[in-house]
């Protein structure tokens, strides 16, 4: 399915019905997030009912829904930041290889390359707080 749907999974990428909106890797990371998450929420909920069977007077106090919903919203921005700050910590050998490789400023290659990582450092800080890469994260 995730191969041959779009991204919201109504459609197939090749129906005219389909918005075309194909991010295959995305819908695998939200999957095996739900998955993960819901393991670990199932272990919750065992081991809740059974101190719950040790406890009484305190079964019902609280929506067991709500704390779920709680959790799972936090695992997700946890595996956000974590697959973006992995990504932006990529940009910065492979800016520094393109400039050092693909340049032909001999003022760069003379300076010992220095130059050539304080742009790439540069370029991978921009990456980081870029809008575009800082909404996505931050609205999941």
């Not at 075309?20 to 009912?49: D, G, H």
């Not at 990529?90 to 050539?116: C, G, R």
Request: proline share 3%; aromatic share 12%.
């Amino acid at each position: 399915g995730v191969w041959k749907k779009d991204f919201w999974g109504v459609h197939d990428v090749s129906s005219p019905q389909s918005h075309k909106s194909w991010r295959p890797l995305c819908t695998m990371s939200y999957i095996l997030n739900r998955q993960l998450v819901a393991e670990f929420i199932t272990k919750r909920r065992q081991k809740q009912k059974g101190e719950e069977v040790f406890m009484m007077g305190n079964a019902g106090s609280g929506s067991d829904d709500d704390d779920d919903d709680t959790i799972e919203r936090f695992w997700f921005h946890v595996v956000d930041r974590l697959l973006h700050g992995i990504v932006t910590a990529l940009v910065l050998p492979v800016a520094y290889y393109t400039q050092l490789h693909y340049n032909n400023d001999s003022a760069i290659m003379n300076s010992k390359n220095s130059v050539v990582y304080y742009r790439s450092f540069f370029i991978a800080i921009m990456y980081a707080v870029h809008p575009i890469h800082v909404e996505a994260v931050a609205n999941t």
